[in-house]
């Protein structure tokens, strides 16, 4: 079976980022789009970075033009929207697909992971996964789930 840390992402300048190099951490890992009625929630999710970045938690974006067509932009804009607009400083990866058959194999896992409302499919952006530092993904947030919500568990995970 695989684990989290098996796989590679693709980051923004198109360098492959083995998730292993995030063992012993706690990730958030969020579908995103630039163009949403949540895409404010990118403040919040910066501000957990500021907050538990350096103690321990990683925040990974990953672009997605799946719902609506909410993220059209390429991943040089979106870089620059992400920094200009929220003062981003976690990562924000290349842009994928969540659902379907070109689904990213990472959100293939995660997926099969933790279901949501709609079964395995995520449901809109800004859906959270939460990973403890062994790799285990704890839970699946839904969109309407602000990132300030779940600070309080990423704090739990962090003191452990």
């Not at 949403?36 to 929630?41: E, I, L, S, V, Y």
Request: aromatic residues 10%.
């Amino acid at each position: 079976m695989s684990k989290i840390y098996d796989f590679s992402v693709e980051d923004a300048h198109g360098k492959e980022q083995p998730l292993s190099q995030y063992q012993g951490k706690v990730m958030l890992v969020v579908n995103t789009a630039s163009h949403c009625g949540f895409t404010p929630q990118y403040k919040e999710l910066q501000e957990l970075h500021q907050t538990w970045g350096g103690k321990g938690l990683e925040i990974l974006a990953f672009p997605c033009n799946q719902f609506g067509q909410q993220e059209p932009g390429t991943n040089q804009d979106i870089q620059e929207f992400c920094e200009l607009n929220y003062g981003v400083s976690f990562p924000v990866m290349a842009k994928i697909e969540v659902n379907g058959a070109n689904a990213h194999p990472l959100y293939n896992y995660l997926r099969a992971q933790k279901k949501g409302i709609l079964g395995s499919k995520i449901k809109w952006n800004f859906t959270k996964f939460l990973v403890d530092q062994n790799g285990e993904v704890l839970k699946r947030y839904g969109p309407t789930v602000s990132p300030k919500e779940i600070g309080d568990e990423v704090e739990k995970l962090l003191s452990r």
